[in-house]
């Protein structure tokens, strides 16, 4: 998977994510989940483009993850199923699975669960000595790459954006395992700061 700042365009959207999951379970498929948003507005949103963008957004996340983990969405507590949302976003998104693991990870494992502005500049600054890519994209794209990542992590339930602070999660167990079970265990890690 190339790197990628397309989480520039994208938000969280939890309620959205879980309605879909719900939607994939009953059988839709994209093009029918696709055309519901538009007809139905599902999401809410102004436009039909953004209806389409959303739809597509999210069933490429939720595409990637097996259909047990799929009903844990729908099914389990809010704490579990929010989590599971961000794994759908690691899942589809190089860069951000990086943060998670190389800076909210070793921030557990350590201790200092604080994430700032200093945290998120040599992450970056490592990153575009690594990839040309990276190296390419102006200051802004960067600056909205920071403000997203912490954005998602915010609207999971795991970082206070005001006090800075990680807040470790306590989701349930049986989830854990059927992630460990579907080979998913470097997305929980680099939550729960294991391995």
Request: hydrophobic share 40%; net charge neutral.
């Amino acid at each position: 998977m190339k790197y990628s700042a397309g989480l520039i365009s994208k938000s969280y959207w939890y309620l959205e994510s879980k309605k879909t999951a719900k939607y994939m379970l009953d059988g839709l498929s994209r093009k029918q989940i696709v055309e519901l948003a538009i007809s139905d507005n599902i999401y809410q949103v102004e436009s039909e483009y953004r209806s389409k963008t959303i739809a597509n957004s999210i069933y490429t996340r939720l595409i990637s993850l097996p259909e047990d983990i799929l009903e844990a969405i729908v099914n389990s507590d809010i704490t579990t199923s929010k989590i599971l949302v961000l794994i759908s976003i690691m899942k589809t998104d190089r860069l951000f699975f990086e943060f998670m693991h190389e800076v909210f990870r070793n921030k557990v494992i350590t201790g200092d669960l604080t994430i700032e502005e200093r945290d998120l500049n040599i992450f970056f600054d490592g990153k575009k000595i690594q990839s040309e890519i990276i190296d390419k994209w102006v200051y802004t794209t960067i600056r909205s790459l920071k403000s997203g990542y912490l954005k998602m992590i915010t609207e999971s339930g795991l970082y206070n954006y005001e006090s800075k602070e990680i807040k470790l999660p306590i989701f349930d167990y049986k989830v854990q395992q059927l992630l460990l079970e579907n080979d998913l265990a470097p997305y929980l890690y680099a939550i729960t700061g294991e391995k």
